[in-house]
């Protein structure tokens, strides 16, 4: 078992690097509303004084990379201590102390490079990014079909119109479904990290890009489509089995 | 009791960080807590609003996972649980 004192130094380091975090994505998000890169969306935009946006959005990255940093940390340690209390359990069997799968930080990068299916993480993005594209083609055609008929909307007016924001918000959320289901699907192995990557990169790439994505909780969506796969593959199995 | 002071040192640490972190947010965007937020708090002083925030939604985070991390340290194995 592992004692109160022994946790209070890596709760201290990770309420450190989420403080770090939050700093970071506060300066990142300032800095890139200043340019014009991220922008409010509706309906907080008509809500906050056009002068507040940037100091909102700054604001807004300091406390989703706080959340964000601070949950997937905590979890992180509690499979870390977890895992702590079976190398003891090892050691105590007469292993030599630090023998353990995880005991070396080299050992965790190797076990962490064999777990992550470059191809299936590759797939996944690939696939968010093209439903991405062809579910913005459709705004596009409706708009230009709507111009067609002359009844035309302006770039803010489409940005503005609830329909359009709801359409995006499900467009995204099937998208990065899809993206981790299929990540899954190809990895067959460690679904919740390779559905998680799709996630990460589809963050990473929304925040270099102008588009509805970007945004951390890409990571969980993606995460629950590669965990539906999983469930999905083991009732193939049991199917296989039972036949 | 060292489950609880786990559980204890878990939300005490998420509720510090997240007073200190809500200080500094509401000092560079007040809007994010008076607009951003539902008006649970209702004061004028930006200190006691961040005070109030940082308390709530940290808490909701560090409980939780302190609460979880207190079992992964201090549940029983079923090995354990078996041995003399």
């Known amino acids: ?243 | 009791m060292q489950f609880v002071g786990i559980v204890v040192l878990s939300l005490l640490g998420a509720i510090a960080y997240g007073i200190l972190h809500d200080q500094v947010a509401v000092r560079v965007c007040v809007e994010y807590f008076t607009i951003g937020h539902p008006p649970i708090f209702r004061t004028e002083s930006p200190t006691l609003l961040a005070l109030g925030w940082g308390t709530l939604e940290a808490g909701l985070v560090g409980l939780p996972l302190g609460i979880v991390l207190a079992l992964a340290a201090r549940a029983r194995n079923r090995c354990e649980v078996s041995n003399p």
């Open chain 1, 1 to 243: 078992m592992r004692s109160l004192k022994s946790l209070i130094l890596p709760v201290g380091i990770l309420l450190g690097v989420t403080g770090v975090s939050g700093l970071l994505a506060g300066i990142a998000g300032f800095v890139l509303a200043s340019r014009g890169s991220l922008v409010l969306w509706e309906p907080m935009a008509s809500a906050v004084p056009k002068s507040r946006h940037v100091r909102f959005l700054a604001d807004l990255w300091a406390h989703s990379a706080s959340y964000f940093v601070g949950g997937m940390g905590g979890l992180f340690l509690i499979g870390r201590t977890w895992l702590s209390r079976n190398e003891r359990i090892v050691a105590q069997d007469g292993a030599a102390p630090g023998a353990g799968r995880y005991a070396t930080l080299a050992g965790e990068l190797s076990d962490f490079r064999r777990r992550v299916s470059v191809k299936a993480v590759a797939v996944g993005v690939i696939v968010v990014g093209s439903s991405v594209v062809v579910g913005l083609g459709i705004v596009f055609v409706w708009a230009f079909v709507r111009a067609r008929l002359g009844r035309p909307l302006s770039a803010a007016e489409v940005r503005a119109n609830p329909s359009f924001l709801v359409f995006s918000y499900v467009l995204v959320f099937l998208s990065l479904l899809l993206g981790g289901f299929l990540a899954g699907r190809i990895a067959k192995h460690d679904f919740l990290l390779n559905g998680a990557l799709v996630g990460v990169v589809s963050v990473v790439v929304g925040i270099l890009t102008p588009g509805p994505t970007g945004s951390w909780l890409d990571i969980p969506m993606a995460a629950l489509g590669a965990v539906l796969a999983r469930s999905r593959r083991t009732l193939d199995e049991i199917q296989i089995d039972g036949a």
